[in-house]
């Protein structure tokens, strides 16, 4: 499994970012996708995941109503659309994979709950 996430950049705070993910050696529909970060000196922490079908949805609370997660399972991507981002919103953002079941994830889930993982791409917010 590869995971290849990419758009990460330097955005002013209140403006928007879109990250995406790219996925192969899987069958992409038959994987609930998601989305962590991780800051400078924390803890990796989970953003949203996003079901096989992605139809359904859940969100850290801190996101909410800000960041919506998609996928395009004909292109195998999954994608992280950030809207009114914040200087909180600083880190390196990294997609995950998971062969459960979308009712069988943990809400919120954690780290372990993902088996495979991509490389992170850097998102840098300035107030």
């Known amino acids: 499994v590869q995971l290849q996430a990419s758009g990460g950049g330097l955005v002013q705070a209140g403006g928007s970012l879109r990250l995406s993910c790219a996925a192969s050696?899987?069958?992409?529909?038959?994987?609930?996708m998601g989305w962590f970060r991780q800051a400078p000196g924390k803890e990796r922490e989970f953003v949203a995941v996003?079901?096989?079908?992605?139809?359904?949805?859940y969100y850290q609370d801190s996101v909410k109503g800000r960041f919506t997660v998609s996928r395009d399972n004909a292109k195998s991507t999954v994608d992280l659309q950030m809207n009114n981002m914040k200087p909180e919103d600083t880190a390196l953002y990294y997609c995950?994979?998971?062969?459960?079941?979308?009712?069988?994830?943990?809400?919120?889930?954690?780290?372990?709950?993902?088996?495979?993982w991509g490389q992170g791409t850097l998102v840098t917010v300035s107030s």
């Open positions: 050696g899987l069958t992409f529909n038959r994987y609930c």
């Open positions: 995950a994979a998971s062969s459960r079941r979308y009712e069988d994830i943990p809400k919120p889930p954690g780290a372990r709950d993902f088996g495979s």
């Open positions: 996003i079901s096989y079908s992605g139809f359904r949805t």
